[in-house]
């Protein structure tokens, strides 16, 4: 990833907790077919390794899981992103020296894949993915609550991943290359967007 000093988000634990909000990735690999993307729904595991390891799983049906090669996959994490109107800079008054842009926030985690396909392993990985984007609710669901046969049955159609992290880029491009009042009319252009990943982006800005 393209990523200009001033861009650079390379705080390990800042790195995770883009990795923790954007909840869904991208796996993107190269396989005998050429490059291959899945989204998946991935959990961090901040203490496995030194940069942490991803665990998810893939549907058994889909080919991708068969064809990962022994060289490195990557993960792709988006987080909130926005079009940067040139109309919202101070510049353009003053000089008219100004283009649109795209602000965003990514991090990209690179490393092996193991496949699992281990009921008990497997029982982990998804007990733990329903209990992260469960928590919120007021009465959450549990893998628990279904019955034994039917989760053991629907273990089956699935393959786990494990991707230890062998390398993190970040990126938070938002606006830090431009002067402080061009800054400020891009969060007030954004905060009055009807978008709310424009006004999340709006935010971060601030």
Not at 33 to 62: S, V
Not at 97 to 119: C, Q, R
Request: charged share 25%; net charge negative.
């Amino acid at each position: 990833m393209y990523t200009p000093a001033h861009f650079r988000e390379d705080e390990l634990a800042a790195q995770h907790e883009i990795i923790r909000a954007a909840r869904l990735c991208n796996l993107v690999s190269q396989t005998g077919d050429g490059l291959i993307a899945t989204p998946l729904p991935m959990l961090l595991d901040p203490a496995e390794e030194p940069l942490g390891t991803l665990y998810g799983h893939f549907a058994r049906a889909n080919p991708h899981w068969k064809q990962l090669s022994d060289g490195e996959a990557l993960a792709i994490f988006m987080g909130p992103d926005a079009y940067v109107s040139p109309a919202w800079y101070a510049t353009k008054a003053e000089t008219g020296k100004v283009v649109p842009t795209w602000n965003y926030v990514a991090v990209h985690a690179y490393g092996p894949v193991e496949i699992f396909d281990d009921a008990e392993r497997l029982r982990d990985v998804v007990s733990r993915l329903s209990d992260l984007h469960e928590a919120p609710r007021a009465a959450p669901w549990a893998v628990a609550d279904a019955p034994a046969d039917y989760i053991s049955g629907m273990l089956k159609g699935i393959v786990g991943l494990r991707l230890p992290i062998a390398r993190l880029e970040g990126k938070r491009k938002l606006s830090q290359n431009r002067t402080d009042a061009d800054r400020a009319g891009v969060a007030e252009g954004l905060a009055a967007s009807g978008d709310p990943m424009d006004r999340a982006v709006g935010d971060l800005i601030k």
